[in-house]
Each structure stands twice: as structure tokens, then as C-alpha cells.
């Protein structure tokens, strides 16, 4: 059974760092992309990064470009977003989901129960 | 940027009536098209991916058709558990980025 498990999110001050963590399981970690995407509390889904399966390439959001990183460790199956400089506006759910395609960039076919972000001072 | 704009807002039927979810997008994304259904507290849910194939485990009176800038999400016979919101989202264009409609809420008379 496919498995994705974030953590990490928490409330932090504007201007702070956070890092959140997507455990995956059930499939083959490198053989897919994984992307972030996150809903601001009763808006929309709105996605944030995504790195490819052999970690080689990823894609940023123009809105957290330069202050958002993704990283991965394949020993641990899992994926972090490493979020700076966050603003009020980063406020939201954050998901990270499975790209339905191996080797490829496409839709997302499993996705976390997501992990609460909250940017306040 | 592509810029997906689903209508109506707000879709409200009777249980056993069919819906039709509307998706247009800004420019032409060929067939590369998917829909999520997102109950209340719960994380989204594949639906629908290249338009129109349906994903693993999704009841058959959910289908999808369209293709370029046009797509159609129809429920053939509203159930209360579909009770939602649905989104589209594109995943067309290069340099890759994604981008979701607003969502329609589907609700029952």
C-alpha cells in the first residue's frame, strides 16, 4: 500500500525556517517525482515544488522561489521541503503527493494527510 | 502561466440527478487534465488523469471528457457521499509547473 506521511509543521514567526518531512513507503522511492503542495486555510490547492525521482532536477513556485528547497534522503525514504524567510502568506496545510507516472512529471496519484503550517508572531 | 478556471463555484443537485463540473484552461494543455475530489477535512483524491481515464478504484458513474482548453468532470448519478470539492489541474506546460483550478463544492439538495 502506497504510504506518504508528512511532519514537521508547527507555528513559527515570520521571518523563521521550518522543515518539513514526507515518509514515503509501498513503492519505489527514486522511481518517482514527489511534489509539495499546500491550501491556505479554506482556499484552494496550490502547488509549491516537486523533485524528480533521481533527485537530479526540481521546480520551484514562483512565490517561494529562492526561499523554499526540497532535498531527499533515500536511505530514509523521505522528502523535506525546507521552507526561509516565511511569511504570513505561507500559512497553510502542506501535502506532499506521489507523481503518478514513473520517471515523469504528471498528475499525483497518492497524496499525505498533510502537516499544518502556521506562520504568526 | 496557464490559468484553470472551473465554473460553477457552487453546484447543488438532488441524489440520483447527474452533474456536469466545468474546467477551461487559458491555453491549450492537450489531454494532460486531472480531477480530485477533496471531502471535508480530508486530504484530495485522484479522480481523473488524461481527461478522461479513470483512476484506480473510482466508481464508473464519475467520468471525464475534453481535451486542449475545454474538459468536463460528470457525476451520473449524485450519491451523498460525493458530496466535495472537485478540482482540476493542469500538468502541460515546460518548464513544469502545476496549476489548479479553484474548485467547484458540490452539494445536495
Known amino acids: 500500500e502506497v504510504q506518504l506521511v508528512e511532519s514537521g509543521g508547527g507555528l513559527v514567526q515570520p521571518g523563521g525556517s521550518l522543515r518539513l518531512s514526507c515518509e514515503v513507503s509501498?513503492?519505489?522511492?527514486?522511481?518517482?517525482?514527489i511534489h509539495w503542495v499546500r491550501q491556505a486555510p479554506g482556499k484552494g490547492l496550490d502547488w509549491v515544488a516537486s523533485?524528480?525521482?533521481?533527485?537530479?532536477?526540481?521546480y520551484y513556485a514562483d512565490s517561494v522561489k529562492g526561499r523554499f528547497t526540497i532535498s531527499r534522503d533515500n536511505s530514509k525514504n523521505t522528502l523535506y521541503l525546507h521552507m526561509h524567510n516565511l511569511r504570513a502568506d505561507d500559512s497553510a496545510i502542506y501535502y506532499c503527493?506521489?507523481?503518478?507516472?514513473?520517471?515523469?512529471?504528471?498528475?499525483?496519484?497518492?497524496w499525505g494527510q498533510g502537516t499544518l503550517v502556521t506562520v504568526s508572531s | 502561466e496557464i490559468v484553470m478556471t472551473q465554473s460553477p463555484a457552487t453546484l447543488s443537485e438532488s441524489p440520483g440527478e447527474g452533474v456536469i463540473l466545468s474546467c477551461r484552461a487559458s491555453?491549450?494543455?492537450?489531454?494532460?487534465l486531472a480531477w480530485y475530489q477533496q471531502k471535508p477535512g480530508q486530504a484530495p483524491r485522484l479522480l481523473i488523469y488524461g481527461a478522461t481515464t479513470r483512476a484506480t478504484g473510482i466508481p464508473a458513474r464519475f467520468s471525464g471528457s475534453g481535451f486542449a482548453t475545454e474538459f468536463t468532470l460528470t457525476i451520473s448519478s449524485l450519491q451523498s457521499e460525493d458530496v466535495a470539492v472537485y478540482y482540476c489541474?493542469?500538468?502541460?506546460?515546460?518548464?513544469?509547473?502545476?496549476?489548479f483550478g479553484q474548485g467547484t463544492k458540490v452539494e445536495i439538495k
Open positions: 491555453q491549450s494543455v492537450s489531454g494532460n
Open positions: 489541474q493542469q500538468y502541460n506546460n515546460w518548464p513544469p509547473t502545476w496549476t
Open positions: 503527493a506521489k507523481d503518478g507516472m514513473g520517471g515523469g512529471l504528471s498528475y499525483f496519484d497518492h
Open positions: 509501498g513503492f519505489t522511492f527514486i522511481n518517482y517525482a
Open positions: 523533485m524528480s525521482g533521481s533527485g537530479g532536477v526540481t
